[in-house]
Each structure stands twice: as structure tokens, then as C-alpha cells.
């Protein structure tokens, strides 16, 4: 073929066409609202090199209902394709704001739906980058066609390939529900908002003056309603975020997640363990640091940080090996567990069960959250969620009690007989039906009722209690627990512990699904 | 004279501890509200004892919960309520409702709170006792011809305010005849989308203005003097952010006769306690009176700090029923004081509000410099309340030390983990033309290259650590190697197993 004959100089001028739209002056429209453009976005998610991308030259429908004239822009306002990201093969979706304000018609649904087909044929994660007005009100039902079919997509992918979303912009309406289906949901400050109705409607409807911060800015979804799983000051961190979660998971249900040589030694020194929980039971201190002595140094990679504070969740390595870990936080709300953190407890071990990641649980739990608008809203459905997570996950499960064990929350936080494969208790720990105070309260009623001082009185039983009954080698003689061990020993324990249940496999029950509670 | 022993300050931040400390040193009992929002919130530390309002539940905002503010201050038998700046402090009904109980309200009486809140009812008085004004149509404009007529006789330039409108919005400037009728039909038009009401009056338009305000105590034994001026000329969407006292503006004669109008303005409201006139001047020494806030103000220190006297204390005193002890002609200005508010916001992103937490907070009180401060470290900064989190004020014998001692305290102000209006001030008090005074409220707007400073090299810095950091972590990328074919390789038996079960 001749360079210079017509076949290339037609192929050349459309090349032109098409970086022409993609110019610098798109750029700066992004950059000026603080925001990168759909390629710059890609630019920094990929490796050097390896991105394609598809159906590029693709243009918009035409509009059914004949409603306003659409942009002869090529790509319909989103950018396909797959590349590599630290070497593995990853699918993406990334909506251009800049073309036709990333607005959802017919066929840039249909390009949507092309990588999500691709990514499940394939076994491979896929990420969508949220940046878009919405639906495409010309394009009509077509529109929202298109948007039910990615969602569909999002289901039947769903705990097949990791689907990870991040909202660079505004998502608005239904297009809310793709992220809100898939496993993990990123957001940037200032720049990312959520929500079903919009400000506008809201003053409308209900005469309320609210800002899109105030409604769903990123803030909101990573403190308040727990959409958020991650939030960053800014995009590019955003994307390093993503880039660092993936390294945790495997591409595909069937395989494992990929290692990294973290070069910690198994039996390097973390006496300091033995010193992190106080001796008063009633003086709080912060799980995280126990989680950062017991798993390969720099590791942790904390999930959903400012919601339900008061259970720690996130993604570490123990021997390089990746793990996930559930661990109750005794700084906040002295630990309990409530409706937010049953939920953001449930929904990762899910997740980790889904895709062959071992769970490590460190408990410290007094119980559930008592009072009204726990009972009222639902505590014990919700609580119910995460038994039901832990009970039907099939990973290797191990749970490691460091200090409190009572009651229901006992039970729940991976007991032995929901299906915990390894039990390990601390010598501080304290298991049983009910805590030291409230158990004295009902068993030595009538001795305190006829006390002299009856608070001395209640001490004394309480240290007995403690002493006696709630002591964890009880616990060990019986079999509830396979080991009291000396905090010491924890991270040498664990990895030997995890590496056994390597090719762990529970036959799960014949059937569609469970019916967890919702 | 009814001496107070207990006082409940009703507010919070960096004014509950103002107040706080003051009241103390008189030998005064301080309550302070804890509110659900941050129940360890730093000004709690400076209170005698704490009323605990967690556990309400009703959607009333707690320091606007004036029910349960007054049954708080009956159960612990407090006799007088400081409500600071903002929130209760301007609320006539709350005043009224103090009174009612048998509470002192440290401030004026309700009566006038209500009439110089009005800004018709405020202007009213101040045309009626001869006090200059800008010219305005005195009332809404009923028509674009009317407009005409109006703006004819003030005077262009005008400018077209929507009535039902504040914090600057719905306002529009016309500059020649030409354009009044159909401005002004854009006016209402604007008003009516923005405030569900088209009504709107003329003013004069000053341009270029400088903001001057003057200082009021008033006791209840027919003393009132004023503590002379302070400039609030730089503003940002008409939010004060720098003050100073005196004013480059006024000389001695200038002085007299607007503290002589601010004082005649708190004598025919029979205003009493503190309180501030505002009053724009113009580029010829014509001066207006544009409000009176009948309230203890953020930028009180500057005058504290020029005059020498405590501004809280005089508050707590005259509502004592003592006499005021200074006279006029004791009243002088010594040296000069600036401040610097510092918010949580960040420049570069429009002065949007950062939220997060003080990881760390350090500064040098000197004697040239105050540092009132709302937080400190582990503080956490959220949307429920103001972004002010604390001001810097500097003095000098003269301006240029008050500046140059700012810029010295603010370079000595470490604040870190959010962002602050930090960078902003050193970016005003660097500029030539703050320097030589010569400023207005259209400083910022018009003046201001840039909103933020830049130290010397401050670029070229950045990009050696960027290029630095950069390094550190490609050598990271070359150690961490992902391995995925340890994952791949499954064992037979398992991978058997989960083929099954699929």
C-alpha cells in the first residue's frame, strides 16, 4: 500500500479529526474544574504502552425522539479499552465529561457493556471511571435501556471478576447504581459527587437548600453513608489507590491473589504485641496497631477508614501472602458492634469470600450497640448480616480473640462452630455470655441488694468473675479454643495456621442462593 | 449594681475561650454547651462546667435551641447569658425571652437589636438625626421608569439591591442612564428567581469604598464613647477577612466626626453595651452609615490591643449595671494592630472549606502578638460549623512594624493537616499596595494578582522533592514485583474441587 496514496490519507485525516477533539483545550476544561481529563485519567491508571482502545471512532445515535441536535463528536462521550496495570491485564470504562458531559446514550452504553462482556469472557477485574451528566434526555428511554443493561451486566459479573468504580465527577441518578453493584467504590474530594436527586429537585420537592457537597461530595459517602469505600484529596491519588488494591485480589473466582515478595521474616520480633492491651479492661486502645506488628510491614490497606470506625476492615499480606482482615476497634465506641459495622463487616468478607482471600478476625467485642434507634432500625437483621457472612464464607477463617468475647457478638465475630478453622485466644481474654458487670448484676442480685457497700461488693464479684468464668482457658479445655497463645507468638502462629488451610475447600450446600438477610 | 457570678456562654470556638478567660479573671463561673457534633471540642477544656447537650434530639441546631438554653441556665441558677458573635447574639426574641426569665443578656435590650437589625428601620433613624446615608430610592422600585427617576436624582453611579436579598448576592451596578431601565428589569428578574421576590431599591454606588467601622460602649448611666475605628476593607464576598486599627483613612478630624455620628446613632437607639457602626467611606472623606451590629464582633482584639482595654470585661461589667470609668478624651490609639483571620479553606480551590483534622498546631505568643485560637491538635474540622478557626493579631508602633510583625507570626504559624487561609494573608500583607494603605473593598477583587504567596524558589522546591519522591518510587516499583503466577498455579486437587462447585 502507498504511504502517500488516498487509503492512508483518508485513515491519516481521520487520525487528525480524532486528536483534534481530543485537544488541549479539553484538557484544560477538565483541569480548570480541578479535574483530569477521561485519557489523562487512563494515562496514569496503565502501564507504559499498554493501553487499547476500542470502538474510538464510534459515533452517538440518533436521537428517537427527535428532541435537540447531538455532537458529531467521535466516541460518544466514553473511553473503552483494556491494558495492563502492574503487568495484569485489566479491562476500563472512563467517561468523558468533555464530550457531551459524558452524557449516557444508546451507544455509549453499548460501549460499556462491550469491556464488561469482554472482562467476564475474559476472567480479568474491570474499573469504571464515573464522570457524567447522565442520561442523555434526547436519546430518551434508550438511555435508560442502556443504563439497565450495564447494571445487569454488574450483577451477573458480580463475585465472577472484581469490579471496582471511581466517581471523578458527578453521577447522578441512576447512574448511581452501577458503582453502588460493584465491589468498591473510590471518590476524590471536591470533585466526585453521588446522589439520586439532585440539589435542584431537593430545593423543589422539599424546599430545602442543600449543596452538592452537602448531598453526596465525597465526604458524605466515605463518613456518613459508607457508599464510599476509599476517598482521596485528589484524583491522581485516587488512581494509585486503585492500583494498590488490585495488588490484593486475583483477577478471575478462580484463581488466588497474586503474591508479593515482601521479604518480612515469619519470626521477626513483635514482642511488643504483649503490650498494646492494657491491663484495665475498660481502658481502650487502637486495634491498628496490633494488625501493623502482626502483618508484613507497610501492608495494611485500610477499607472504608471513616465509616463505622468502630470495626477495622482492609487488605494486608502475612509472608506476602494476602489476606483480609475483620478487627473490632476498642478506641471507637469501645468496640461494639452496631447496624453500620455488622454491614461494613459483612459486605468485606463477602467480598474476600468471593475471591479466595483467607479472613483474619481480631476480636474485641463487649457486645452489640444497645438502645432505641439500634433495635428500632434494625440491629438484629443487621447483626444477622454478618453472621451469615462469616458462617457461609469457605476461605481459610481464622479469628484471634485479644481481650472481649461476649455474648451474641461472641458468637458472630468467627466463632469456632460458624465454621472458624483456626481459634486463638490472648491470655487477656475474657469469654462469655455476658460481660463481668452486667453477669454480677443478675447472678449476685441478692447479695448486692443486701450489701453494706454494695459497689466494693460488685468489684469483688466482677474480679471473680473475670478470674473464673470468663477466663479463656476455660474456653481451651473445652475446645471452643484451640490455643491461648502468648501475643509474641501471633504472627509466627497465624502464617503457620494460614499456610496449612493453603487448599482449604468446603463443598457449598446445592442451591440458587442463601437468603441472607437485607 | 447586680453582680453576675455565673455566665453561660452560648457559643463556641476560639469566642467561648475568649470570653471564657476574661469571665474567669473577674472570679466568674463559666458554662460552657457541649453539642453532639464535637463533644470533645476544644473550647470545653475552658469551661468550669459543661452542659451537656448530646442527647437532644430535635432538628434545632443546638446553639439556636434558645428552649433549651434558657431551662439550662434556670437549673444551674445562671444569672447571665454571653452569646457571642453569630447564632443567638442578634436575636431579639432570645434577648426578650432572658429578660423574661430573670437572666441577664449580656448585650442590648431587644428593642434595640430589633429596630437596628431592620436596615430600613436602622436608616430611618440615622436620615431622621442627620447622619449621612447613601442616597437611595427609600423603598422598592415600583417600575423601570421609576428607576429612571430615581437614579436621576441620586446621581450615577447606582446600584440596583434585591430587597429580600443579603451576602451580596442579587446585586447589579449601572453606570449610565442608558442602561438603568433594562438593568433593572434584570434586577427583578434575578431577585424573584433567587429570593422568590422581585423587589428591589437603588443606592448610591460608592466605588471603591473603604470599609470603616467604630467601636460603641454604652452603660446603662447614659455613658456611651467609642474606642475609634477599625478597617475591614479587605473582604471576599463580603466576608472580612483582615482587619486593622486605626484607619490610613482617617485623620484626627475625620475621626471626630464619624465616632461623633457612631456615638449619636447608639444614643438615639438608646443602644447599650458593645457595639459597632458601620460606615462606608469614599474616595473624596465622605463617609455613610450603612448598619449597626448590635453584637461583640470577631475583629474586636485589634481595638483591644490599640487601646488597651478588655472589650469582654467592659460587655460584663456594664451588664452589671456599672458605670463606664473611661471617658472620651481618655481614649487613645497607640500603635497599631492587624489581623489575620485564619479559616479552613483552600486558596487555590476558590477558598472552598477543607475539612479534616489539626494534626498539629504551633505558634509563639509574643508581646506583639495574639493568638486567639478555637482548635488545636486532634481538632476535627467538619461542615457543621464555621471554617474560622482562629485569628492572628499583630501589633506595631507603627503600620509597617504591625505588618512586618505579622508576616513574622505568620510565618511562625505551623498548622498541619488541613489547609488554611495562611498562604492568603502573606500574599496581602506582602503586596505594595496594602503596604502604603492604599486599599479598598475592592482590594481583593481588583488588586490581587494572585491569592496566595509563594515563598522565594517555592517552585522550584516543589519539583525537586516531586523529582525526588518520583525516584524513591520507581526504586520501590523494581522491589515490589507482583507475582501472579503464584496465584495461577493452583493445586490439582483444589482447582478440581472449585470447578465442581461452580
Known sequence: MDINGKTYKDFKERANRFKHQNGPDKIKKQHD???LHARERLALLFDKDTFEELDAFVTSATPDTGFGKIDEAFGDGVVIG?????????????????????SLGAVHAKKIIKVQDLALRVGAPIIGINDSGGARIQEGVASLAGYTSIFHRNVQSSGIIPQISMI??????????????TDFVFMAKRTSFMFLTGPNVVKEVLNEDVSFDELGGAEVHAKKSGVANFMYEDEENAILGVKKLLSFFPSNNLENPPYIDTKDKKDKNVDKLRDIVPDDPNKPYDVKKVIELIIDKDTFFEVSEHYAANIVVGFARLEGKSIGIVANQPKVLAGVLDINSSIKGARFVRFCDAFNIPILTLEDVPGFLPGLDQEHNGIIKHGAKLLFAFSEASVPKITVILRKAYGGAFCVMNSKNIGGDYNFAWPTAEIAVMGPEGAVSILYRKELQNADDPKVLRKEFAAKYRNEVANPYIADEKGYIDEVIDPADTRKKLITAFDSLENKHVEPP???HGNIPL | MTKIKSILISNRGEIAIRISKTAKGMGIKTFGIKTSKEPSAYYLQFMDEIIDFTELNNDIPEFLDIEHIIYSMKENNIDAVHPGYGYLAENPYFAQKCIDEGIIFIGPSPDSIYKLGNKTIAKQLASSHNIPLLEGSNGNIRNPYHAKQIAKKIGYPVILKAASGGGGRGMRIVEKEEEIEKMFRMAQNEAEKAFSDPSVFMEKYVRNPRHIEFQILSDHHENIIHLGER???????????????PSVALNKDLRKIMGDSAIKIAKVSKYKNAGTVEFLLDESGNFYFMEMNTRIQV???????VTGYDLIEWQIRIAQNEKLTIKQEDVKQNGWAIECRINAEDVQASFAPYLGTI?????????????????TEGSNITASFDSMLAKLISYGETREKAIANSLAALNKLYIKGIKTTIPFCKEVLNHPKFQSGDISTSFILNDMKQLYYQEKDEELIAAFWASLNHNIELDDNDKTFIDYEKGKNINPWLMNKRLKSL
Open chain 1, 33 to 35: 474544574k480541578g479535574k
Open chain 1, 82 to 102: 483494556y491494558g495492563r496495570i502492574d503487568g495484569r491485564l485489566v479491562y476500563v470504562f472512563s467517561q468523558d465529561f468533555t464530550t457531551m458531559g459524558g
Open chain 1, 168 to 181: 471523578l465527577g458527578p453521577a447522578a441518578g441512576g447512574a448511581v447504581y452501577s458503582p453502588a453493584l
Open chain 1, 510 to 512: 446445592s442451591r440458587k
Open chain 2, 231 to 245: 478597617e475591614c476593607s479587605i473582604q471576599r464576598k463580603h466576608q472580612k477577612l483582615i482587619e486593622e486599627s
Open chain 2, 299 to 305: 475583629e474586636h482584639p485589634v481595638t483591644e490591643m
Open chain 2, 359 to 375: 494534626e498539629k498546631i504551633q505558634f509563639s505568643n509574643g508581646k506583639n502578638s495574639r493568638f486567639d485560637t478555637g482548635v
